[in-house]
């Protein structure tokens, strides 16, 4: 089974901290994804990398970074949490193509809330 | 840039009837894939369906079926036989694969409801 593992379910932080939030999966994949999820908006996506040390801009990377040092590995960053992005954030990955089936699996999400 | 547009935000349906989510998407590419996800109240989000933009026909999962229109890009997903466990919101998602340009781009979801 393939396993998307978040390090939280659930994180209350304080506007200013620094955030991580970790995400691990164990299938070997080559793309990983942070998404935010918000009522009436969807999933949005922060950052994605498509290979270790890559990194890709999604539509909303204001406020965020990542890092991916290894394969298996995807961090997302709050350089100085703020209160607008409490929010539930959602780690995914999946292989590149031509590497096997291109569908996205999921970790359970976080849910973070900045007070 | 690609998006997803997902025009209803809820729909209801009754248990052991057919049910068909809408989805369209705009998109310059011309290979690329097509999913529906479903996120119950779990939160976790598990693939319903996938469709390969190449392939003419449509993609059949057990009572999930998928009508693809590439020239319309189009992209609905009908449910027969709904069940309880159906309950979910569901998201349209695309995504095209070039290496540096794997971006997996969702809509903004639309809650089923399975009523008894």
């Known amino acids: 089974d393939v396993k998307v593992t978040q390090s939280s379910r659930y994180l209350v932080k304080r506007t200013g901290e620094k955030v991580f939030l970790e995400c691990v999966q164990d299938?070997?994949?080559?793309?990983m994804f942070w998404y935010r999820q918000d009522p009436g908006l969807g999933l949005r996506l922060i950052y994605f990398?498509?290979?270790?040390?890559?990194?890709e801009k999604g539509d909303i990377p204001e406020g965020y970074s990542v890092s991916r040092e290894k394969k298996e590995r995807f961090s997302l960053i709050l350089e100085s949490a703020s209160t607008n992005q409490t929010s539930m954030y959602l780690c995914?990955?999946?292989?590149?193509?031509?590497?096997?089936?291109?569908?996205?699996?999921f970790g359970q999400g976080t849910r973070l809330t900045v007070v | 840039a690609q998006t997803v547009t997902q025009s209803q935000p809820e729909m209801s349906v009754q248990e052991a009837e057919t049910v068909t989510l809408s989805c369209t998407y705009d998109?310059?590419?011309?290979?690329?894939?097509l999913f529906w996800y479903k996120q119950p109240p779990s939160r976790q989000m598990i693939l319903v369906i996938r469709?390969?933009?190449?392939?003419?026909q449509n993609a059949t999962e057990n009572r999930f079926s998928v009508n693809f229109q590439k020239a319309a890009k189009s992209f609905s997903l009908k449910i027969s036989d709904s069940q309880l466990g159906d309950t979910a919101m569901y998201f349209c998602?695309?995504?095209?694969?070039?290496?540096?340009?794997?971006?997996?781009?969702f809509g903004k979801g639309i809650t089923l409801s399975v009523r008894p």
């Open positions: 998109t310059s590419e011309s290979n690329y894939y």
């Open positions: 299938m070997d994949h080559e793309n």
């Open positions: 469709q390969e933009a190449y392939k003419q």
């Open positions: 995914a990955s999946s292989f590149k193509r031509g590497r096997g089936n291109t569908e996205a699996f």
């Open positions: 998602a695309f995504m095209v694969d070039t290496g540096a340009n794997s971006k997996l781009t």
């Open positions: 990398s498509y290979d270790v040390k890559m990194k």
